[in-house]
């Protein structure tokens, strides 16, 4: 099975902190991906990347920026975080075919105050 | 932008009766997925559907694609309490664009 992992289930920042999130994939896939979810709203895709140092912006970039250095490391980056960034974030990852599913993390609950 | 977009937002059956999700889109698609969310957790994809399929079948799920009417739907036959989850629509290839889910709930 393929096994999508989040450093942490849950956090508690600071305004104004850099913050660092992690996902890790066993799977050797190609396209990893962060999503946001917040209630009402559904998923949101703010970053994927389809390959090693590749990166493509989704729909809500703004605020954070993605580092892709190893093929199964893909992290999240909150530059300078604020109380709006507060939310669940998800992590994917999925072969390159776009007619495969994606293989989620269990996420990680981030609070900002 | 949300894409898919579920109906009913939340759904309360007993155990044993069938539960329908419905999912509609705006534009043409690859292909649409559906996922299942536990309390807290993350998403499991559950079946995909391809947009040259009707239907598709996997255990006591069925899933239906019209693409003419751009809409799909999600039947759970034979419901248990374990199947009380978020259910998620989502469309297109790689960029996956996800709904806002229906709320599942089954009493025992």
């Known amino acids: 099975d393929v096994k999508v992992t989040q450093s942490s289930r849950y956090l508690v920042k600071r305004t104004g902190e850099k913050v660092f999130l992690e996902c890790v994939q066993d799977m050797d896939h190609e396209n990893m991906f962060w999503y946001r979810q917040d209630p009402g709203l559904g998923l949101r895709l703010i970053y994927f990347?389809?390959?090693?140092?590749?990166?493509e912006k989704g729909d809500i970039p703004e605020g954070y920026s993605v580092s892709r250095e190893k093929k199964e490391r893909f992290s999240l980056i909150l530059e300078s975080a604020s109380t709006n960034q507060t939310s669940m974030y998800l992590c994917?990852?999925?072969?390159?075919?776009?007619?495969?599913?994606?293989?989620f993390g269990d996420g990680t609950r981030l609070s900002i105050l | 932008s949300q894409q898919g977009e579920e109906d009913p937002q939340a759904l309360s059956i007993q155990e044993g009766e069938n539960a329908t999700m419905n999912c509609s889109y705006k534009?043409?698609?690859?292909?649409l997925q559906w996922y299942r969310q536990n309390s807290g957790r993350g998403l499991v994809h559950l079946i995909l559907?391809?947009?040259?399929?009707r239907e598709k079948h996997s255990g006591r799920l069925r899933v239906t694609l019209d693409t003419s009417k751009k809409s799909s739907s999600l039947l759970i036959t034979a419901s248990r309490a374990a199947d009380t989850a978020s259910y998620f629509c989502?469309?297109?290839?790689?960029?996956?664009?996800f709904g806002a889910g229906t709320i599942l709930r089954v009493k025992s």
């Open positions: 989502a469309t297109n290839g790689n960029k996956l664009v």
């Open positions: 994917a990852s999925s072969q390159w075919d776009g007619n495969q599913p994606q293989h």
């Open positions: 559907i391809r947009s040259n399929e």
């Open positions: 990347s389809y390959d090693v140092k590749m990166k």
């Open positions: 534009t043409s698609i690859n292909n």
